[in-house]
């Protein structure tokens, strides 16, 4: 039988919680990577699993992703995640929140929650009344930092594409340039306002039609199939929807210098980043790029600073980017085997 200590994904994790609430039917596993640089914060994802391995390892993994996010962001934040293992129909009721935010509050701080998959500005409020633990939270009458994450991250990724674009086209605006957006959710509708107020021409795909075509009637981008998005010949793709989308196959089919987007994960092997590199494709590594929802809800929670300060954090993003460039070009390791090597020195994992 195989520990937790045994799973490939086992990355010296602090502490990894197995939470059982019988009453409620509530099965979580709570996952601290690190709280070197604070608590550990990270989302909840409610998600059907077909075995309780994958949600274990979800959880590794995922915390020791914001443990990298969180440190490269600059915040006093370490890394966790919790996933809430759901049955087939994905059931969520009020008893099994509420439990869940009576497990997050014995932690004691040592972990902050907020969204992720499948879970809502709703559901945190549920728990809210159960822990302070919390955040993502609607904004609060009076306070100034709060609320949907979105157009945050979409501000950072919009600030270190222009990073991307200055370093490897060396333009200064994105006047003229071909953008192709994959996904029209929330993250890439603000990106794209952006990229357009900017002079940008876009190609946008979406496998929702109704988002793609009311973003494409409110921008004026050219909607192409979401089989073809990745491979348009573009100034710069931007991956705003689906994680382990670059792969050894999609990767030889890209035609375009740049790739900088919102989703996570988007490398689907650590080779994958040298394979770009190969190519003479710079990429943003993800982690990196869409820290800016974070860096609304650290400010939120921690209530460090106001508007400005988060404003202030996410115009960091472009710098850290090409921190990591100047040192992959120095080095000639890939800026994903960097942006890693950066954040574990952060957090003491040197
Ligand atoms: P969202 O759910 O609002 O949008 C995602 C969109 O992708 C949806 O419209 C969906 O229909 C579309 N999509 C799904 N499969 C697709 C496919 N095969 N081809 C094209 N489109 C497809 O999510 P979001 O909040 O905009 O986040 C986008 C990405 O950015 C996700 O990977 C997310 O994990 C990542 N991210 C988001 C935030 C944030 O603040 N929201 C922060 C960091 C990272």
Partial sequence: MTTVWGYDDFDAHEAVHFVTDEASGLRAVIALHSTHLGPAAGGTRFWHYAKDEAAVTDALRLSRGMSYKNAMAGLPLGGGKTVILADEA???TPEMLAAFGRAVNRLGGAYVTAEDVGMSVEDMIAISHHTDFVAGLPV???AQVGGD???HTAL???LGLKAAVKRKLGKDTLDGLHIAIQGAGSVASHLARHAVEEGARLSIADVNTARVEALSSETGATIVAPADILFLEADVVSPCALGAILNEDT???LNTPIIAG?????LAHKEDGQRLDARGILYAPDYVINAGG???VSTEYLKDGGPELVRQRIEGIPGRLDQIWEESEASGRDPAAVADAMAKRLIGRA
């Fill in 90 to 92: 994905k059931t969520k």
């Fill in 140 to 142: 609060e009458e009076g």
């Fill in 149 to 151: 994450p979105g157009p």
């Fill in 156 to 158: 950072g990724v919009f």
């Fill in 251 to 253: 990767i030889a089919k």
């Fill in 262 to 266: 919102a989703a996570n994960n988007q």
């Fill in 294 to 296: 974070i860096i609304n």
